[in-house]
């Protein structure tokens, strides 16, 4: 069964509006969470760690003020994108920081902004 | 530099015929993986093979293998007998630790196989 789950997997709204990823570690207490961002017919690439009871740490060129990410519990973190825009509509992903192989990734948030 | 290169974006394979997906990469880290991961249309990561820089043997799963060189830095994928359902992308990635000592995974531009009947 899956590991981790990510809600919600499709969401479109208008721009200028706050959007909420949840990614949840199903079967293991994580307490390090990895959101990426995959733009069409790229590669992913790491936004930000997660850390639970501590700030994240963001990747250079990563607006921490637009990409907000909460590591409340050992199985829950959230990335909200705020006043998003189009040029953020993406495919979001995140990754349970578990000692692999394999690596436990959720299935992804398709994010369009209008 | 790219810490991992895949210089094949699009590949095209009849259906059955085996296939190498190319993967080099780069790292002063002498404890470092190596994943292949599928990514069909729908988005999900599938996880298909690693191999550990220090494991000795070549990693198997299946109808994937891995070609691993370690003198020559590279990681290639063998999908044997390939399916219509092998169709996607597929990313070759490396774990290692940064300069603080931090774990880092690290991604490759992606292959996209596509499988003709």
């Known amino acids: 069964g899956a590991v981790v789950s990510q809600h919600p997997s499709r969401v479109i709204c208008k721009s200028g509006t706050s959007v909420k990823i949840e990614c949840r570690s199903l079967d293991f207490q994580a307490t390090t969470m990895f959101w990426y961002r995959q733009f069409p017919k790229q590669s992913l690439m790491l936004m930000a760690t997660?850390?639970?009871?501590?700030?994240?740490?963001?990747e250079q060129g990563v607006e921490k003020d637009k990409f907000l990410i909460n590591h409340a519990s050992l199985t829950l973190s959230t990335l909200t994108v705020t006043s998003a825009h189009p040029e953020d509509s993406s495919f979001y992903i995140c990754r349970v920081g578990l000692a692999g192989p394999p690596l436990f990734f959720g299935p992804g948030t398709r994010l369009t902004v209008l | 530099a790219q810490k991992i290169t895949q210089t094949q974006p699009g590949m095209f394979v009849q259906e059955k015929e085996a296939v190498t997906l190319d993967c080099t990469y780069d790292t002063s880290d002498p404890s470092y993986g190596l994943f292949w991961y599928k990514q069909p249309s729908s988005g999900e990561m599938i996880f298909l093979i690693y191999?550990?820089?220090?494991?000795?043997q070549n990693a198997t799963e299946g109808r994937y293998s891995l070609n691993f060189q370690k003198a020559r830095k590279s990681a290639n994928l063998v999908i044997s007998a390939s399916q219509l359902g092998d169709s996607a992308m597929y990313f070759c990635?490396?774990?290692?630790?940064?300069?603080?000592?931090?774990?880092?995974?690290?991604f490759g531009t992606g292959t996209r196989l596509t499988i003709i009947p």
């Open positions: 997660s850390n639970e009871g501590s700030k994240a740490t963001y």
């Open positions: 990635a490396m774990r290692d630790l940064d300069n603080f000592g931090n774990e880092k995974l690290t």
């Open positions: 191999q550990g820089s220090y494991d000795q």
